[in-house]
């Protein structure tokens, strides 16, 4: 599991970001491809206990029942998510951790 607080090329230097653009920003971000059941999905859990209400999540897998898997983690959790990344072998889901 590799886990990045910053998504790739925001590192480093000092960023003036609006409110709504940093609402827009994951604050954690787990690559996970090339990881089986039951890693994507407990992987998830344990980011998602890390983060406060309202916190963003960006998982990246290429396990495709992860597909299943982690929304109906997700629901049962109250939080919101979207595919926002999708070639057919590899996905991006982001997530908004449930009041």
Do not use: H
Request: charged share 30%.
């Amino acid at each position: 599991m590799k886990v990045v607080t910053n998504p790739p090329g925001k590192a480093g230097g000092r960023r003036i970001v609006s409110a709504e653009a940093k609402a827009n920003l994951p604050l954690m971000e787990l690559d996970l491809r090339g990881e089986v059941c039951p890693g994507p999905t407990a992987d998830t859990v344990v980011a998602l206990k890390k983060l406060p209400p309202g916190g963003g999540l960006a998982v990246i897998t290429d396990y495709l029942p992860a597909r299943q898997t982690i929304p109906r983690l997700l629901e049962e959790r109250g939080c919101s998510w979207e595919i926002t990344e999708d070639d057919g072998k590899t996905f991006r889901m982001e997530i908004v951790k449930g009041e």
